[in-house]
Nanobody, 127 residues
Framework: QVQLVESGGGLVQAGGSLRLSCAASGRTFSRYAMGWFRQAPGKEREFVAAISWSGDATYYRDSVKGRFIISGDNAKNTVYLKMNNLKSEDTAIYYC????????????????????WGQGTQVTVSS
């Protein structure tokens, strides 16, 4: 079992920045690929960004490319999502997720591919 705890959400003005953190505990000796998803009120949970266990492969949804950066620190069992130039449409609950990768350089974008989820952290961007 892996437990994931997100932090770093909050209220920010449009154009501002936030950095989300996701700390993993439990069976963290396994090699997990990580992802960030978000869910706005009345909408489906959607993919935001993913990173391989090795950290050498990342992927983003188009609307956040150039603004968000996903990174990881395996020594700290933590993955981050740095969000810059935030927009009102980024308002959502952000969730991190973990999946045992089939290889160190694999990442995953599908919601149903992930095995473990955090409880989420609210990000609100005011315009």
């Amino acid at each position: 079992q892996v437990q994931l705890v997100e932090s770093g959400g909050g209220l920010v003005q449009a154009g501002g920045s936030l950095r989300l953190s996701c700390a993993a505990s439990g069976r963290t000796f396994s090699r997990y690929a990580m992802g960030w998803f978000r869910q706005a009120p009345g909408k489906e949970r959607e993919f935001v960004a993913a990173i391989s266990w090795s950290g050498d492969a990342t992927y983003y949804r188009d609307s956040v490319k150039g603004r968000f950066i996903i990174s990881g620190d395996n020594a700290k069992n933590t993955v981050y999502l740095k969000m810059n130039n935030l927009k009102s449409e980024d308002t959502a609950i952000y969730y991190c997720a973990a999946k045992r990768g089939v290889g160190d350089s694999y990442y995953y974008t599908g919601r149903y591919e992930y095995e473990y989820w955090g409880q989420g952290t609210q990000v609100t961007v005011s315009s």
